[in-house]
C-alpha cells in the first residue's frame, strides 16, 4: 500500500508539471523539448551535427526564456459564466477584458484559471482499481481551457473573448481568475500573467432523459375533498391536454382532441393537491462498486434537475425532499443538485442511518424513490417498513453490467410497488420503461 500510495503521489507531481508545460510551452516549444532530448541522447563530441543541433536548440530555448520575465499585464476581466454544467459536456465562458496598461497588449492569449476539487493519492488508487466508473482516464482527467487569441489592445482598450471549458469531475469547479499569454519573438516560450476575477460553476453529473412518470399519488386530486397528507394545497388550473392513463375521471375526457385523434385525450390540471414525492440515494459501498455508484448518483440528478421536468415527473418540482444517506435535504432542485454534484461514496456500513431517516418522515411524503446499490436484508427490510406505513415505494436497483435480477427477491411483504432494474451498462434503456407500468 505504501508503495501504491508513493506512485499515487508521483502522480500528482507529474500532473503538475505537465500542467505547467503547457501553459508554458507553445507548440513549437514542445518540438524545440522533443529535439533537445532526442539530439542530447545522440549527441557526441565527434558527431558535430547532433552535438551542434543541441546547442542551437538549446541556446533558443535560453534566450525565449529570458523574455518572461519583463512581461507584466495589467488587465482587469469580468466573466459571464453558467452555473450549472455537466461533466465532460465543454461550455463556454465569456470574458471581457479591459487592458489598463499605459502601453498597447499585442499578441496576448487568454484561459481561465480553473481550480476544481483536490485529487489525492488514494483516489487516485480506488480509480485504478477494477470496477472504477468510466476507467482510470476519465476519473482522473482535471479540467482544462485551451488558450484563445485576444485582439489588440490600445491603452484602457476593451475586447471580449470566449473561452471553452471542460470539466470531467463532480463538484464545483472555482474560475479563480484569468490567465494572460504572451509568447516570445521566436514563438517558442510564453509569458504568464495573472488576473483576478472569480467566478464558480457547479459541475452536476451526467443525466438522462426521464419519461412522463406516472408514480404513486398523481391522480390524488381527482377525488373532491380537502388536501390530505403528501400533497400541497393549490387551485385547479387547466395546464395541457394529454392522452388518457387509467384512473382519470371520465369528465376530464376532451371529446373534441379524441374526436380528432382517434384516441382518448384528457384535460390536465394544477391539481387541487399535488403528490409530494422523496427521493432517497443509497451511497453505502465499497470501492469495487463506484461505477454503480457513479450510476446511482447520474439517476438521483436525473430526477433533481430542473431542466429533465419537461419529461420527468411534472413541469413542476414534486420532488420535495432528497435523502443522501443519513442526511436529509428539503427544498427544491437547486439545493439537491448542489449536494449531489459533490456527494461521495460512503465506506462504512451505515445504512441505518439512511432507513432511520426515511421512517421519521411517516407518511408525510405521496410515495418514496429509492435508488439503492443492493438489494440486501437490510434494504428488504426498509421497503417492507416503508410499506407497512401505507407509503408508496418505487425501487431503482443497480446491477452490474449484465445482471439483470437480483441474486435474492426476498419476502413477499418486503417488495416494493415497482422494482426498476438498471445494469450499469444500460441505465438509460432501463429508465426509459419508467413510463410504463411493468415492472422489471
Not at 400533497?231 to 394529454?242: D, V, Y
Not at 435523502?323 to 449536494?339: D, R, T, W, Y
Request: charged share 20%; hydrophobic share 40%; with cysteine.
Amino acid at each position: 500500500m505504501s508503495l501504491l500510495l508513493a506512485l499515487g503521489r508521483l502522480y500528482l507531481a507529474w500532473r503538475r508539471v505537465g500542467v505547467w508545460m503547457a501553459w508554458r510551452f507553445t507548440t513549437i516549444g514542445s518540438c524545440v523539448l522533443i529535439g533537445l532530448v532526442v539530439s542530447l541522447g545522440t549527441a557526441d563530441r565527434e558527431q558535430t551535427t547532433a552535438f551542434g543541433m543541441f546547442l542551437v536548440l538549446c541556446t533558443a530555448l535560453v534566450l525565449a526564456a529570458c523574455f518572461a520575465p519583463f512581461f507584466r499585464p495589467n488587465m482587469v476581466i469580468t466573466r459571464q459564466a453558467p452555473r450549472l454544467v455537466t461533466a465532460g459536456v465543454p461550455f463556454n465562458v465569456r470574458v471581457r477584458l479591459v487592458n489598463h496598461g499605459s502601453r498597447a497588449a499585442i499578441g496576448l492569449e487568454y484561459a481561465d484559471e480553473l481550480q476544481e476539487p483536490g485529487l489525492d493519492a488514494q483516489e487516485i488508487i480506488d480509480s485504478l482499481r477494477i470496477g472504477r466508473h468510466g476507467g482510470p482516464g476519465r476519473t482522473l482527467r482535471g479540467a482544462r481551457c485551451r488558450p484563445v487569441p485576444v485582439p489588440d489592445l490600445d491603452s484602457m482598450g476593451t475586447a471580449e473573448v470566449t473561452t471553452t471549458v471542460t470539466a470531467w469531475r463532480r463538484g464545483k469547479l472555482q474560475l479563480i481568475g484569468g490567465i494572460i499569454l504572451r509568447s516570445d519573438p521566436l514563438g517558442i516560450f510564453r509569458a504568464v500573467g495573472h488576473c483576478p476575477g472569480m467566478s464558480e460553476v457547479l459541475v452536476l453529473p451526467p443525466r438522462h432523459i426521464l419519461p412522463i412518470l406516472d408514480l404513486p399519488g398523481r391522480n390524488a386530486s381527482a377525488d373532491p375533498g380537502p388536501p390530505r397528507s403528501g400533497g400541497t394545497a393549490g387551485e385547479a388550473e387547466f395546464s395541457a391536454l394529454r392522452d388518457y392513463r387509467r384512473g382519470d375521471p371520465r369528465k376530464r375526457v376532451h371529446w373534441r382532441s379524441t374526436a380528432r385523434t382517434g384516441r382518448l385525450v384528457v384535460k390536465e390540471y394544477e391539481d387541487e393537491r399535488r403528490p409530494r414525492h422523496g427521493l432517497a440515494l443509497d451511497i453505502f459501498c465499497q470501492v469495487q462498486h463506484d461505477r454503480l455508484f457513479a450510476e446511482a448518483v447520474a439517476v438521483a440528478a436525473s430526477f433533481a434537475c430542473p431542466g429533465n421536468f419537461g419529461a420527468g415527473i411534472s413541469d413542476s418540482s414534486l420532488l420535495e425532499v432528497l435523502v443522501v444517506g443519513g442526511s436529509l435535504i428539503p427544498g427544491g432542485g437547486p439545493a439537491m443538485l448542489e449536494v449531489l454534484a459533490g456527494v461521495q461514496p460512503e465506506r462504512r456500513a451505515r445504512f441505518a442511518d439512511l432507513a432511520d431517516c426515511l421512517l421519521r418522515q411517516g407518511t408525510s411524503l405521496a410515495s418514496w424513490i429509492l435508488v439503492l446499490l443492493e438489494w440486501d436484508p437490510a434494504r428488504r427490510q426498509l421497503v417492507g417498513q416503508l410499506r407497512a406505513l401505507g407509503t408508496p415505494v418505487t425501487v431503482l436497483l443497480l446491477l452490474p453490467p449484465g445482471q439483470t435480477a437480483p441474486p435474492e427477491r426476498g419476502k413477499s411483504s418486503e417488495q416494493p410497488d415497482r422494482m426498476v432494474i438498471l445494469p450499469a451498462d444500460r441505465v438509460a434503456e432501463g429508465l426509459s420503461g419508467l413510463g410504463t407500468r411493468s415492472c422489471l
